[in-house]
Structure formats: C-alpha cells, structure tokens
C-alpha cells in the first residue's frame, strides 16, 4: 500500500509572476533563496534536485519537477504563479511524496516529514524575503556543516548566543553581527525569523539562515545567500565552516 505525504502552502509576494517565476525556476533564481539547483527549461529537462525531472514548464504560471528514488519513492515540487494586483503574486506550492515500498524504522517517516514541513515554511519565508529585498540580484550560496549530528539543543542555543540573540529575541531585533573571514566592522543585520530550528538574519547584501541538527539528529549547518558584489564563494564557505566548527568560541 502507498504511503502518501503532502506540503501545501500559499502566500502573496511583493513582485510580478516573471519574478517569481525566475526565483523558483531558474539556477540563478534558487542560489537567492533555496539552494543550487539548475534547472533544464523543457518538459523532460533535469533539474540538479536529485534525479528530477522536469514535469511541467509553463512560464510564468506552472514549474513541477519530479524526483524519483530506489525503493517506489518520489517526490513532486509544484508552483503555481497567479498575478495579483499592483504588481504582485499569489504562490501556491506543494510537495508531495509518493512511497510505494517498504517502509520500515530505517525510513524515519515521521522524522523526514516533520523536517520536511518546518523547512517549506522556512524556505518560504526565505522566498518572500528575497523578492522583497533582493529580486534579480547575482547570489553567492554558501554552505557549511559540522561533522557530526546532534541531539542536545543546547548546542544550537550556544550557536544563538554567538550570534547575538537575547534570551527575549525576536523578529524584527536589530543587532551587530561579527562576518568571519573580514576585517571591517560588525555588520547591522535584522532578526527575520527565530524559533527553535531555525534563525535567519537579514544584512544590507545577504540572507543569513542557521539550521539546527538536534530536531532531527542531523549535524547544525548554515546556507547564506551573499548578495555583495564580489562575493567569493570559496573564501566565504572557509570562512563561515571555521567560524560553525570553532565551538569554544
């Protein structure tokens, strides 16, 4: 018997279908937002989201991909673009999985759809974020991990107070925030979401998100999206990988 799992979410965007149509199918798009991922414009085309497949390219209005997996799993990201008045847009987006195999406590369904649900509302979140803020900008995508997962909290509430962040942060906190790897001062950012898995800080030319393992078990890492212009994507991935790794700071 198929196992089923489905994310839908809906949101207005402060910008034209074009735009987000070039945010959310695009390679240059997703580095501003989401995390690299080319993409093939045809039906049939690949996608680098797994083995995915381009199942509907409909500009500005439709983009589906579909990635299979060993096993009898797929799974399906939908957008669906709808002008809206002034200029602006009505996203629809869903992910759906599909497993028609085994599933067993390897699988870790329960975990994987948890993680899957708090990440679209990040990631969307994210979404609006850069279109109101960075549209069309050439981004950098930065990521770093630890080695190792974690299931203490503590771990990323340490990670937290390196930032900066009060006890009583919240969404709209402004604060000085120290960029590894430079010499100049602490940056201004803005605080643009905080909870207990995730905290994103917003600076004049990036989008900073730290993701926290001990939800799921998972190692804490970080994937920034760098808007300066030049921006170095190797010196800043060394940079923040130290500055994630150095845990007596």
Not at 49 to 57: A, E, F, Q, Y
Not at 155 to 181: K, S
């Amino acid at each position: 018997m198929a196992r089923e799992f489905e994310v839908r979410r809906e949101q207005d965007l402060p910008a034209t279908p074009e735009q987000v149509w070039d945010a959310v199918a695009t390679g240059a798009g997703n580095l501003g937002w989401l995390y690299p991922m080319e993409v093939e414009p045809r039906v049939g085309g690949k996608a680098t989201r797994g083995n995915s497949t381009v199942m509907v390219w409909e500009p500005p209005q439709h983009f589906a991909v579909r990635a299979t997996q060993d096993g009898g799993f797929s799974n399906t990201l939908s957008y669906h673009i709808e002008p809206a008045d002034g200029g602006t847009s009505h996203l629809r987006m869903g992910i759906h999985w599909v497993h028609t195999g085994v599933v067993d406590e390897a699988w870790a369904w329960d975990a994987k759809s948890d993680a899957a649900e708090k990440h679209v509302d990040f990631y969307q979140h994210g979404l609006a974020e850069y279109l109101r803020h960075f549209a069309g900008r050439p981004a950098v995508y930065v990521r770093a991990q630890r080695p190792e997962p974690t299931a203490d909290p503590a771990d990323f509430a340490a990670l937290r107070r390196r930032l900066g962040l009060a006890p009583d942060a919240a969404v709209g906190d402004r604060l000085p925030l120290d960029l590894p790897g430079t010499d100049g001062r602490p940056e201004e950012v803005v605080v643009d979401w905080l909870s207990a898995d995730f905290v994103g800080l917003r600076g004049p030319d990036a989008l900073y998100r730290f993701f926290n393992g001990s939800t799921w078990n998972v190692p804490i890492w970080l994937g920034h999206h760098l808007f300066a212009e030049g921006a170095d994507e190797q010196q800043a991935t060394a940079a923040w990988t130290a500055w994630l790794n150095d845990t007596q700071a």
